[in-house]
T-cell receptor, first 113, second 111 residues
Framework: DSGVTQTPKHLITATGQRVTLRCSPRSGDLSVYWYQQSLDQGLQFLIQYYNGEERAKGNILERFSAQQFPDLHSELNLSSLELGDSALYFC????????????FGPGTRLTVL | DAKTTQPPSMDCAEGRAANLPCNHSTISGNEYVYWYRQIHSQGPQYIIHGLKNNETNEMASLIITEDRKSSTLILPHATLRDTAVYYCIVRVNNAGNMLTFGGGTRLMVKP
């Protein structure tokens, strides 16, 4: 158990819909990262937040957005969902000054029908 | 971050040591070598990391060559539960930057 929690575990929705994925980092970690893993793309970095501020962006679609709240939990919002958005979404967290080692949550499996 | 090259798959007998190689010939002086593994569709699990000295923890050992152009992850006594995809990643530490995952090595531990 990495200490990072993600909800929900599974999500099934229809095209065009909007969903929110939630991540709670390990206690004391200020950075949260979001990754997407689809069958054909492997693990891809989406976005990073550090203490509430956006820090880095990867190949995140404009239909996707994220935020980190004062209690440091983070949410990833996916809108206008398409079939190709079906994937595993992982959240990771890291602490400053600890080598920035990232610890991953169990993931949310999103299925878009 | 420097690119890494790993064999796509390897087999190992249960109870034997699993030696997983990684080439990172373009590694920079301030880049660390990280190893993660992913068991089935679970979240990637951190294993170990190092800069230039060999490192050991309760899970594995990391051997980095003197020129730092390659490394080997050693699982001393592989079990069936070690069957997973193993990722070797090089990155600058304490930079808050993302992990760049390649294809990894699919390790199959066989009874």
């Amino acid at each position: 158990d990495s200490g990072v929690t993600q909800t929900p575990k599974h999500l099934i929705t229809a095209t065009g819909q909007r969903v929110t994925l939630r991540c709670s980092p390990r206690s004391g970690d200020l950075s949260v990262y979001w990754y997407q893993q689809s069958l054909d793309q492997g693990l891809q970095f989406l976005i990073q937040y550090y203490n509430g501020e956006e820090r880095a962006k990867g190949n995140i679609l404009e239909r996707f957005s994220a935020q980190q709240f004062p209690d440091l939990h983070s949410e990833l919002n996916l809108s206008s969902l398409e079939l190709g958005d079906s994937a595993l979404y992982f959240c990771a967290s890291s602490a400053p000054g600890a080598g920035d080692t990232q610890y991953f949550g169990p993931g949310t499996r999103l299925t878009v029908l | 971050d420097a690119k890494t090259t790993q064999p796509p798959s390897m087999d190992c007998a249960e109870g034997r040591a699993a030696n997983l190689p990684c080439n990172h010939s373009t590694i920079s002086g301030n880049e660390y070598v990280y190893w993660y593994r992913q068991i089935h569709s679970q979240g990637p699990q951190y294993i170990i990391h190092g800069l230039k000295n060999n490192e050991t923890n309760e899970m594995a050992s990391l051997i980095i060559t003197e020129d730092r152009k390659s490394s080997t992850l050693i699982l001393p006594h592989a079990t069936l539960r070690d069957t997973a995809v193993y990722y070797c990643i090089v990155r600058v530490n304490n930079a808050g930057n993302m992990l760049t995952f390649g294809g990894g090595t699919r390790l199959m531990v066989k009874p």
